[in-house]
């Protein structure tokens, strides 16, 4: 890291509070983003099968309304169940859109597909995300094998047996008076590398689990149309104390993509559902391509540490 680049806690960000929920035994589970005073959030999609739920809310041609919290989960898209308790935590706390006859919370989520380690049956639903909001008021930040990181991993190409365990990674710094931090539940198709070696970290074991293979060899070596579905997606969430637009917050979660492919070779592919929420709560004033390039690294941090803090 660059000695302009501080390292800080997610929870000095003011106004965001992070809690987590999983099932250790079924290996999945929950992390929630709130935001007290509401954000303004861009979402950038590029993995091919997305399990969400409100990306629209997103869009800088919907209405300007605060989002209330991001949900992250495992259980494929039927971890979006998981909201339904996030939805009546705000409620019960009147946060959310005031329509005159009831408070509407305005929640986010995005999900990977875990079904392959531990349970397939088991899924967050509404209990566990409204267990990660309770969870969220003691705002410690958690890494590894917790919330919606509980039971991912990466390299599947040819089958779990010969993946790598991953799980969330956090990070977070500031530059001067912006702060930026980045959350990520690390589940991808491809191999997981750190940019400032070059060195793989995670991904497609050889058989004999003591070394790597490569992912694009193996990719290479399909010559017809094939499914590749084994479980994947990585999606993540930047946050900022920066006041943007709702139109820059969604360029600053394009830009944060570059994260994901400095760090997982192949990535964005259709069996990936690549999800990036980019939330700002502050009045910071910053330029927007700073604040992108920014984001991006902050991504990375948090990628390797999804690696470095996950264990089976």
């Not at 790598?164 to 997981?192: E, H, Y």
Request: hydrophobic content about 40%; aromatic content about 6%; proline content about 4%.
């Amino acid at each position: 890291m660059t000695t302009i680049l501080k390292p800080i806690e997610l929870t000095e960000i003011a106004g965001v509070r992070i809690g987590n929920a999983q099932n250790e035994e079924a290996k999945t589970g929950v992390t929630v983003v709130i935001f007290e005073e509401g954000a303004k959030v861009g979402v950038d999609v590029s993995g091919g099968g997305p399990a969400s739920r409100e990306t629209p809310l997103a869009s800088p041609i919907t209405a300007d309304n605060p989002v209330n919290a991001i949900c992250l989960s495992g259980g494929s898209a039927f971890g979006l169940a998981a909201s339904d308790g996030v939805m009546r935590y705000l409620e019960e706390r009147k946060m959310g859109y005031d329509t005159g006859f009831a408070y509407v919370p305005l929640v986010l989520q995005s999900c990977i597909f875990d079904l392959g380690l531990g349970s397939s049956t088991i899924r967050p639903d509404s209990a566990m995300g409204y267990e990660a909001c309770v969870n969220a008021e003691k705002n410690i930040v958690k890494h590894g094998n917790i919330g919606a990181g509980c039971g991912a991993t990466v390299g599947k190409i040819l089958g779990m047996e010969q993946s790598t365990k991953t799980g969330l990674g956090v990070a977070a710094v500031s530059v001067g008076g912006l702060q930026m931090a980045a959350v990520v539940a690390l589940n991808a198709l491809g191999d997981i590398f750190d940019p400032t070696t070059g060195t793989k970290i995670a991904g497609l074991k050889n058989p004999e689990g003591d070394g790597f293979l490569d992912t694009c060899e193996q990719l290479y070596q399909i010559s017809a149309p094939t499914d590749l579905f084994q479980g994947n997606t990585t999606i993540g969430i930047v946050i900022t104390n920066g006041d943007f637009s709702k139109a820059e917050m969604n360029k600053i979660a394009a830009m944060t993509r570059n994260a994901y492919g400095r760090c997982i070779n192949p990535v964005g592919t259709m069996a990936d559902g690549d999800t990036i929420y980019a939330a700002c709560t502050g009045k910071v004033k910053a330029d927007v391509n700073m604040a992108g390039t920014l984001a991006a690294k902050v991504m990375e941090m948090a990628i390797i540490d999804a690696v470095n803090s996950a264990k089976y």
